[in-house]
């Protein structure tokens, strides 16, 4: 009988080529980054338990769920709204047992949770000319009156089910998206964004979450 050995990798592996990509300039237009060691949990509120489960939030990241399609951040982890009385914990990964225990004991009796860790990649989207790249594949309206620093939306690409919310501007005050999309799709989504962008200049990496 042969032996299995299973190794976590990232669904990016062959999609995701470090370095300059598209036009030349002394600064890409796009940064597309993987971000990875994330931990991910999906947590929906049983019938009745809506106000008990935004209470067991707030007393374990310090804020409330978001209760319409927002993105906010508590401590050492963002909410990100993900349907009625639903919502997704995002949080950099340091000890995994640990977080997924605090989130279960948090939880017990007011809400299921489901763990995304292995199933959903996260791709972010920065740069001057992010929203430009953005604006070729997906309908969303994402001027900063309409979209703001913590907004969020449930949204289609290429076909593809995708959560997107905005993210605190980046340290050059440009705006950063966030994309989370099932592992399965992650690889056809990143072509997508890549392509999208390669007019403008493309910075591609893979990062940890922090």
């Given at each position: 009988m042969?032996?299995?050995?299973?190794?976590?990798?990232?669904p990016?592996?062959?999609?995701?080529?470090?370095?300059?990509h598209?036009a030349?300039?002394?600064?890409a237009?796009?940064t597309?980054?993987?971000?990875r060691d994330?931990?991910?949990m999906?947590?929906m509120?049983r019938?009745?338990k809506?106000?008990?489960?935004?209470?067991?939030a707030?007393?374990?990241?310090?804020?409330e769920?978001p209760?319409?399609?927002?993105?906010?951040?508590?401590k050492?982890?963002?909410?990100?709204?993900?349907g009625?009385?639903?919502f997704?914990?995002f949080?950099p990964?340091s000890?995994e047992?640990a977080?997924?225990?605090?989130?279960?004991k948090a939880?017990?009796?007011?809400?299921?949770?489901s763990?995304q860790?292995d199933?959903?990649?996260?791709?972010r989207v920065?740069?001057?000319r992010a929203r430009?790249?953005?604006a070729?594949?997906?309908?969303?309206?994402?001027h900063d009156?309409?979209?703001p620093?913590?907004?969020s939306?449930?949204?289609?690409?290429?076909h593809t089910?995708?959560?997107?919310?905005r993210?605190?501007?980046?340290?050059d005050g440009?705006p950063?998206?966030?994309?989370?999309?099932?592992?399965?799709?992650?690889?056809?989504l990143?072509?997508?964004?890549l392509d999208?962008?390669?007019?403008?200049?493309v910075?591609?990496s893979?990062?940890r979450a922090?």
């Amino acid at each position: 009988m042969a032996d299995f050995s299973w190794t976590t990798q990232s669904p990016l592996k062959k999609a995701l080529v470090p370095g300059r990509h598209g036009a030349a300039g002394a600064t890409a237009g796009v940064t597309l980054t993987e971000m990875r060691d994330i931990v991910l949990m999906q947590v929906m509120a049983r019938r009745g338990k809506a106000a008990e489960t935004a209470k067991a939030a707030k007393k374990l990241f310090g804020v409330e769920p978001p209760v319409s399609p927002k993105a906010v951040s508590g401590k050492g982890a963002t909410l990100v709204w993900s349907g009625p009385d639903q919502f997704t914990v995002f949080a950099p990964r340091s000890d995994e047992a640990a977080q997924l225990e605090a989130m279960t004991k948090a939880f017990a009796g007011s809400a299921s949770l489901s763990d995304q860790c292995d199933g959903r990649c996260l791709i972010r989207v920065s740069g001057p000319r992010a929203r430009d790249a953005i604006a070729k594949f997906s309908s969303l309206d994402l001027h900063d009156s309409v979209f703001p620093v913590g907004s969020s939306a449930n949204t289609s690409v290429d076909h593809t089910a995708v959560n997107f919310w905005r993210e605190a501007n980046g340290a050059d005050g440009t705006p950063v998206y966030s994309m989370l999309v099932f592992t399965s799709f992650a690889d056809s989504l990143w072509h997508v964004i890549l392509d999208s962008s390669l007019e403008y200049g493309v910075e591609a990496s893979s990062a940890r979450a922090a």
